[in-house]
């Protein structure tokens, strides 16, 4: 696949997405969307990507928002369309990947790449990062997520602050609030993630998918999460992988999953 936006690597079950606009500091336009869900999509078939993880060219910015040149003249519908039409080919789609992803973000992560980082399954930033939905001092509010990610993940207090104010926070902010769950100094960033990675790759990733759909349920209205985990922690049990981990177990060895 060709990609004029993003750039896509993957070694030793990894595969890496790197958001490539550094001149202006990774803003999302609409072909970067596309791109990613189609980068994303690749990374998701292959059995031989078990984990994936995004992250921002530079040392500046992991995405510093949506591109504002891009909408700023759009009208209500343009602009419905606009934010529809992200969260289905991107902020949904990531966030219900079966395969891990894991945002790395390496600087400003500002409106809608808080908002990607967000969607991502969990986020590990570097200690120069910024985060902040700026959207109301634009006029408008987060459309990609933020309004509902935001308090899920720090509490409605401080989503309502941050969103209000417009401000950014700082990384060990970020990590007090919970919104990232390791600080590390920026040249660390991509190996001590890629270090998470490899634990998460020891496990089936059949149940891996299962856990994420199970989590997310929790979160959307009117479903009942709970049931959810209960069907998805029964069709673990028809599948190769709970085998091989139980006998595995029981066998004193360490497992050899197939995804399956
Ligand atoms: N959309 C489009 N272009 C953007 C952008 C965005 N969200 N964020 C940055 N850029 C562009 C700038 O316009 C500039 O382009 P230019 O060199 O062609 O003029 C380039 O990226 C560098 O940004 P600049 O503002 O010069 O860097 P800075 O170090 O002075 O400031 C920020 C960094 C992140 C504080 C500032 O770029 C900013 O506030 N960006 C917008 C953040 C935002 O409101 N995001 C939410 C959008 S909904």
Do not use: W
């Amino acid at each position: 696949m060709n990609f004029e936006n993003i750039l896509i690597t993957s070694e030793n079950g990894i595969g890496q997405i790197t958001i490539n606009r550094p001149s202006k500091l990774n803003a999302l336009n609409v072909a970067t969307i596309q791109e990613l869900h189609d980068g994303l999509e690749n990374l998701d078939a292959n059995p031989e990507i078990r984990v994936i993880i995004i992250t921002g060219e530079g040392e500046k910015a992991f995405v510093a928002g949506a591109d504002i040149s891009e909408f700023a003249n759009f009208s209500i519908e343009e602009g419905a369309h606009l934010a529809a039409k992200g969260q289905e080919l991107l902020f949904d789609f990531v966030e219900k990947l079966k395969t891990p992803v894991i945002a790395a973000v390496n600087g400003f992560a500002l409106g809608g790449g808080l908002e990607l980082a967000m969607a991502c399954h969990f986020r590990v930033a570097s200690d120069n990062a910024k985060m902040g939905l700026p959207e109301v001092s634009l006029g408008v509010i987060p459309g990609y997520g933020g309004t509902q990610r935001l308090p899920q993940l720090v509490g409605k207090g401080r989503a309502m602050e941050m969103i209000m104010t417009a401000g950014m926070i700082d990384a060990e902010t970020a990590k007090s609030y919970g919104l990232v769950n390791h600080v590390v100094p920026q040249n660390e960033l991509l190996e001590f993630t890629k270090g998470i990675a490899n634990k998460i790759m020891r496990n089936s990733p059949v149940a891996i998918g299962k856990a994420i759909n199970a989590i997310n349920a929790n979160f959307k209205d009117g479903v009942d999460g709970y049931q959810t985990e209960i069907r998805n922690f029964g069709k673990c049990f028809g599948t190769e992988d709970f085998k091989e981990g139980t006998t595995a177990f029981l066998e004193k060895r360490k497992a050899d999953f197939k995804g399956n």
